[in-house]
T-cell receptor, first 113, second 112 residues
Framework: QQQVKQSPQSLIVQKGGISIINCAYE??????FPWYQQFPGKGPALLIA?????SEKKEGRFTISFNKSAKQFSLHIMDSQPGDSATYFC????????????FGKGTLLTVNP | ETGVTQTPRHLVMGMTNKKSLKCEQH?????MYWYKQSAKKPLELMFV???????ENNSVPSRFSPECPNSSHLFLHLHTLQPEDSALYLC???????????FGQGTRLTVV
């Protein structure tokens, strides 16, 4: 019930291409869905986040698409760059007084020059 | 830098050793967290402190002992660890419990 399933585990994209990472959840009480970016040797950093009352959020080259009925959300990275190479984690927050984040297992993105 | 500093960055310890991980945040946040990050597994929340009071212990073995002397500092005391405890230990802080969390760079722990 508390799991967030993330796919793919790893992804290789050519420079300029679109990177797409998907997450699915079961708990309809989740009320906040952030994506984190983690570079080697660094801690995760918040990249972009969405709430379930909107279907899409865009910040620069990064877009979250949210499908409430399917209980799925995805991260799209447009015009992917080698500097985007990192591990990406989706997460979901419990909702209400439950502040805890449930994380996906992560996707290692490699953008080839 | 995110304003959350962890020391040491790397630690190798034997199973009979006692060591401590330190976390300091310069953001004026009220909540602090310890997470465990293992390869191919989701981040695992270990402990949560809010205004220096522990609000969450996520069934963590007693060989991990947290301490929060004030809202800016968080420690994780380690003793008689097992090799499976080897992981990246991440500290995070947030203004309130349900606001954005900022992570430190982590301590890479290896238990031999």
């Amino acid at each position: 019930q508390q799991q967030v399933k993330q796919s793919p585990q790893s992804l290789i994209v050519q420079k300029g291409g679109i990177s797409i990472i998907n997450c699915a959840y079961e708990n309809t009480a989740f009320d906040y869905f952030p994506w984190y970016q983690q570079f080697p040797g660094k801690g995760p950093a918040l990249l972009i986040a969405i709430r379930p009352d909107v279907s899409e959020k865009k910040e620069g080259r990064f877009t979250i698409s949210f499908n409430k009925s399917a209980k799925q959300f995805s991260l799209h990275i447009m015009d992917s760059q080698p500097g985007d190479s990192a591990t990406y984690f989706c997460a979901a927050r419990g909702g209400g007084s439950n502040y805890k984040l449930t994380f996906g297992k992560g996707t290692l993105l490699t953008v080839n020059p | 830098e995110t304003g959350v500093t962890q020391t040491p960055r790397h630690l190798v310890m034997g199973m009979t050793n006692k060591k401590s991980l330190k976390c300091e945040q310069h953001l004026g946040h009220n909540a602090m967290y310890w997470y465990k990050q293992s390869a191919k597994k989701p981040l695992e929340l270990m402990f949560v402190y809010n205004f220096k009071e522990q609000t969450e212990n996520n069934s963590v073995p007693s060989r991990f002992s947290p301490e929060c002397p004030n809202s800016s500092h968080l420690f994780l005391h380690l003793h008689t660890l097992q090799p499976e405890d080897s992981a990246l230990y991440l500290c995070a802080s947030s203004q309130e419990l349900n606001t954005e969390a900022f992570f430190g760079q982590g301590t890479r722990l290896t238990v031999v």
